[in-house]
């Protein structure tokens, strides 16, 4: 199964509380991207700042000792890790939000073709012979 496949089928079988869950954390996400504050924090300042400086730590001659250095690359892995975690949230919420889209053209396009039999197990059309 590829890694696109498992994506869907997590998004498939996610609950509604999760679903909107999903789309809840997006939105904030994004609604705190667009905020001067965030910008001058963040952006600025942790994402860009401090990811300079620790490097720079790393071949400090004061910050040769094992676990200064052990600590220094954690960090250094954890802006990473933040924001992979922040763009993975707005991917997942934007993934469930064009499910829900796709779920309710389906909806729709049932609503307009009543005469289709649905499988009550996978909800999928069940197509018909047109001879029958």
Request: hydrophobic share 40%; net charge negative; charged share 35%.
């Amino acid at each position: 199964m590829t890694k696109v496949n498992k994506v869907e089928e997590n998004i498939m079988n996610m609950t509604t509380e999760q679903g909107d869950k999903a789309l809840l954390l997006r939105d904030t996400i994004i609604e705190l991207f667009q905020d001067p504050k965030y910008k001058i924090v963040f952006e600025e300042g942790y994402f860009k700042d401090e990811a300079m400086r620790l490097p720079l730590a790393l071949v400090d001659n004061e910050m040769q000792d094992e676990i200064e250095q052990r600590i220094i690359r954690e960090k250094i892995a954890g802006i990473g890790h933040l924001h992979v975690y922040l763009n993975s949230a707005i991917t997942l919420g934007n993934q469930v939000q064009f499910s829900l889209e796709a779920m309710e053209r389906e909806k729709v396009d049932a609503e307009n073709n009543k005469d289709v039999e649905f499988d009550e197990l996978s909800g999928e059309p069940i197509l018909k012979d047109e001879e029958a």
